[in-house]
């Protein structure tokens, strides 16, 4: 794509001027430069539809805990965008229990410290982490 060619498209700026978009681009002389953009309508359609993905799957999964399927964590993880490796790393806790930890039988059983680093891995109090909002709004 040359400098000319960079989308300047008028797009919503939903981070209110604090992330400055850009793309690289070839000058005229053939090397690639960072050019600033105002957005591309592809590339926000594409945004939206992969936040969109994420709220159905955030919302599975608040369901499959309120169906006793899963254990409040496995919606917290959800949430945080986090895997059992990620969580377990930040959390200090082998991935293979964390699985674990996502059968609310096995959730329920928990000691306070264990739970405590999770909450403290997931940025939510101890109380939070027992828990999934009934409402989605509520958080």
Known sequence: ???????QDDV????EGWLKKGNYALDDEGKYVMVPSKGWVVDEMINKMAYDEYKVKEEETRQAVLADRKSPLAYYMELRQMTPAILGKTA????FRVKRHLRPEIFAKLKPDVLDSYAKALDITMEELKTVPKNPRER
Do not use: F, Q, R
């Open 1 to 7: 794509m040359k400098v000319k060619e960079v989308p």
């Open 12 to 15: 919503p700026d939903y981070t």
């Open 92 to 95: 200090g806790i082998a991935a």
